[in-house]
Protein backbone atom coordinates (compact mmCIF):
# COMPACT_ATOMS: atom_id res chain seq x y z
CA UNK A 1 0.00 0.00 0.00
CA UNK A 2 1.48 3.48 -0.70
CA UNK A 3 2.19 5.51 1.93
CA UNK A 4 2.66 9.28 1.60
CA UNK A 5 5.02 11.23 4.10
CA UNK A 6 5.18 14.92 4.58
CA UNK A 7 7.43 16.77 6.34
CA UNK A 8 8.72 20.84 6.77
CA UNK A 9 5.57 22.15 8.80
CA UNK A 10 5.88 24.24 12.10
CA UNK A 11 5.48 27.29 13.72
CA UNK A 12 6.23 30.56 12.13
CA UNK A 13 5.03 34.34 12.05
CA UNK A 14 2.62 35.73 10.01
CA UNK A 15 4.49 37.57 6.28
CA UNK A 16 6.62 34.07 6.57
CA UNK A 17 7.67 31.28 4.51
CA UNK A 18 7.57 27.63 4.87
CA UNK A 19 8.23 24.50 2.34
CA UNK A 20 5.95 21.44 2.77
CA UNK A 21 7.79 18.24 0.81
CA UNK A 22 5.91 15.27 0.35
CA UNK A 23 7.60 11.81 -0.78
CA UNK A 24 5.93 8.05 -1.23
CA UNK A 25 7.73 5.79 1.34
CA UNK A 26 8.73 1.89 0.47
CA UNK A 27 7.04 2.84 -2.91
CA UNK A 28 7.75 4.06 -6.26
CA UNK A 29 5.18 6.16 -7.88
CA UNK A 30 4.46 6.12 -11.85
CA UNK A 31 2.57 8.98 -13.28
CA UNK A 32 0.30 10.65 -10.21
CA UNK A 33 -1.14 13.77 -9.75
CA UNK A 34 -0.30 14.83 -6.87
CA UNK A 35 -1.09 17.84 -4.33
CA UNK A 36 -1.99 19.18 -1.08
CA UNK A 37 -5.33 19.47 1.26
CA UNK A 38 -5.19 21.28 4.64
CA UNK A 39 -7.76 21.16 7.14
CA UNK A 40 -8.01 24.00 9.94
CA UNK A 41 -9.21 23.00 13.52
CA UNK A 42 -13.26 22.94 13.32
CA UNK A 43 -13.04 23.22 9.70
CA UNK A 44 -13.64 20.56 6.75
CA UNK A 45 -10.71 19.89 4.56
CA UNK A 46 -9.91 21.87 2.10
CA UNK A 47 -8.16 21.46 -1.38
CA UNK A 48 -5.19 23.63 -1.63
CA UNK A 49 -3.17 23.08 -4.88
CA UNK A 50 -2.19 19.69 -7.07
CA UNK A 51 0.23 19.34 -10.25
CA UNK A 52 -0.39 17.09 -12.87
CA UNK A 53 1.54 14.54 -13.92
CA UNK A 54 1.83 14.24 -17.36
CA UNK A 55 2.24 18.34 -18.20
CA UNK A 56 2.85 19.39 -14.80
CA UNK A 57 0.02 22.26 -15.09
CA UNK A 58 -1.01 23.31 -11.52
CA UNK A 59 -4.20 24.60 -9.50
CA UNK A 60 -4.65 26.33 -6.72
CA UNK A 61 -7.26 27.42 -4.00
CA UNK A 62 -8.26 31.04 -4.67
CA UNK A 63 -6.97 31.60 -0.84
CA UNK A 64 -3.54 30.76 -1.63
CA UNK A 65 -2.90 31.69 -5.70
CA UNK A 66 -0.22 33.80 -5.78
CA UNK A 67 1.08 33.34 -2.54
CA UNK A 68 1.83 29.41 -2.20
CA UNK A 69 3.43 27.48 -5.30
CA UNK A 70 3.27 23.37 -5.88
CA UNK A 71 6.36 22.08 -7.99
CA UNK A 72 7.62 18.18 -7.99
CA UNK A 73 11.16 17.16 -7.73
CA UNK A 74 13.74 15.49 -9.97
CA UNK A 75 12.28 12.50 -8.50
CA UNK A 76 8.41 13.07 -10.28
CA UNK A 77 7.05 10.79 -7.19
CA UNK A 78 8.40 13.75 -5.16
CA UNK A 79 6.30 17.23 -4.60
CA UNK A 80 6.61 20.65 -2.51
CA UNK A 81 4.61 23.43 -1.35
CA UNK A 82 6.04 26.82 -0.88
CA UNK A 83 4.10 28.60 1.38
CA UNK A 84 4.72 32.57 1.55
CA UNK A 85 3.16 35.63 2.57
CA UNK A 86 1.63 33.15 5.58
CA UNK A 87 -1.74 34.86 7.88
CA UNK A 88 -2.63 33.10 10.35
CA UNK A 89 -5.79 31.90 8.07
CA UNK A 90 -3.06 29.76 6.51
CA UNK A 91 -2.75 28.09 10.33
CA UNK A 92 -3.79 23.98 9.44
CA UNK A 93 -3.04 20.25 9.17
CA UNK A 94 -1.78 20.11 6.03
CA UNK A 95 -1.88 16.43 4.06
CA UNK A 96 -0.10 15.34 0.75
CA UNK A 97 -2.29 13.21 -1.46
CA UNK A 98 -1.57 11.24 -5.03
CA UNK A 99 -4.02 9.73 -7.69
CA UNK A 100 -3.10 7.77 -10.11
CA UNK A 101 -6.09 8.49 -12.39
CA UNK A 102 -5.65 12.15 -14.91
CA UNK A 103 -6.87 14.89 -13.79
CA UNK A 104 -8.98 16.31 -16.03
CA UNK A 105 -10.85 19.41 -14.85
CA UNK A 106 -11.01 23.15 -15.11
CA UNK A 107 -11.76 22.97 -11.56
CA UNK A 108 -8.84 21.66 -8.65
CA UNK A 109 -11.16 22.01 -5.85
CA UNK A 110 -13.21 19.21 -7.44
CA UNK A 111 -10.08 16.76 -7.13
CA UNK A 112 -10.70 14.00 -4.61
CA UNK A 113 -7.59 11.85 -4.52
CA UNK A 114 -7.95 8.03 -2.80
CA UNK A 115 -4.39 8.25 -1.64
CA UNK A 116 -3.66 10.34 1.53
CA UNK A 117 -0.64 10.97 3.85
CA UNK A 118 -0.87 12.12 7.99
CA UNK A 119 -0.47 15.79 7.50
CA UNK A 120 1.77 17.82 8.89
CA UNK A 121 1.18 20.69 11.35
CA UNK A 122 1.46 24.51 10.34
CA UNK A 123 0.70 27.07 12.71
CA UNK A 124 1.29 31.01 11.63
CA UNK A 125 1.48 33.43 14.61
CA UNK A 126 0.15 36.70 14.40
Known amino acids: QVRLVESGGGLVQAGGSLRLSCAPSGYILGDYVMGWFRRAQGKDREFVALITSNDGKAFYADSVKGRFTISRGNAKDTVYLQMRALTPDDTAVYYC???????????????????WGQGTGVTVSS
Open 97 to 115: AADDRPFDSDDGSSWWPPI
